[in-house]
């Protein structure tokens, strides 16, 4: 009997290693990996920058503690600071310590301006994390059934929907922000409209608000951007990353900018691991290989040849509601519940995972190839037209 928390309803497989974006089980079969750890290994598998990087950092320090300078520390954040055109950079370790942090800072904020119970503007079928502060502003009933009480402090608005924060900003004068994914992964693979985004943004300037973006899963390149806000043109005042950022080391930012940079002082917020040696070190390397090997561009053409690919093999089957996504970053939206294709697809020796229970979410390392993308196509199209027909 294992002695593990029973927190996971785990598939019954166990993989020894990796090699790009091919995956082998300890019994010693091959998938081809489309989720690529939840689109956390931006750069497959067993990379040789990244184990070569990881490797030599860990013989020299692992970790200091942020009681200490860290160069490469400093690095990361002026790189990320410069690709996001941000100010400033908070190290943490995950997506939803991000989040936490980006809800802090907006309270924070709040209560400079002299709001005594700052709120924050969420949206429906939003999953920031599953702290009791990011599980609150998360909008899954699902997720969130037996944790009560949640935090106070949100208030939930339908997503791509403009007119109805304007009507809360014309009615509830504790807002201090607005919370958006730019893209809802565990929500359905939901894209946020560029006029939405530009809409909020000028809304919350106006308004005096944060404009938050979440890009936990979106961000790193994933969408075809570094960022998926930068679709849109605008710059937010909080942005806040983890997955992709360090290919696999653990590795959360959350970063600042205009009236949301220069708030947090010393004591307001910290972090025992947040951006240690190690992970810095992964994250800069990762960064570097996305750039020299131009996997942005990549992704955005290969997401376009699955897409099409998709939509092509599947054209005339009953039951696809819809194909979308943006980059490497796509969901297969079906007319019924397809939890069980995680286990089929698993059979067919490929990786891949269901969201919002309908939605087929893939999310594959960034230097997934075209000859890649393809046998997706092939393996995934049939699995979905099989089961469609069952």
Known sequence: MSHL?????????????GEGS??????????????????????????PALVAAIAAQAGRLLHTSNLYAMPQQELLADKLAALA????????????????AAIKLSRFYGHTKGIDKPAIIVMEKAFHGRTMATLSATGNRKAQAGFEPLVSGFVRVPYNDLD?????????????????????????????????QRGLHRLCDQMGWLFVCDEVQCGMGRTGTWFGFQHAGIRPDVVTLAKGLGGGVPVGACLAAGKAAGLFKPGNHGSTFGGNQLATTAAL???????????????ISVGRLIREGLSQALNGTSGIVDIRGQGLMIGIELDRPCGDLVRRGLEAGVLINVTADKVIRLLPPLTFSADEGKELVVRLSGLIREFLAA
């Open 5 to 17: 928390m029973n927190t996971y309803a785990r598939l019954p497989v166990a993989f020894s290693h």
């Open 22 to 47: 091919w995956i082998t089980d300890t019994e010693g079969r091959v998938y081809l990996d489309a989720l690529s750890g939840i689109a956390v290994s931006t750069l497959g598998h067993n990379h």
């Open 85 to 100: 055109g941000m100010d400033e950079v908070f190290f943490c370790n995950s997506g939803c310590e991000a989040n936490e």
């Open 164 to 196: 109805a924060v304007r009507t809360i900003a014309k009615n509830d004068k504790t807002i201090v922000a607005v919370l958006l994914e730019i893209v809802q992964g565990e929500g359905g693979v939901n894209i946020a409209d560029v006029e939405y």
């Open 285 to 299: 390397t990762t960064i570097e290989v996305i750039e020299k090997d131009r996997l942005i561009a990549s992704a």
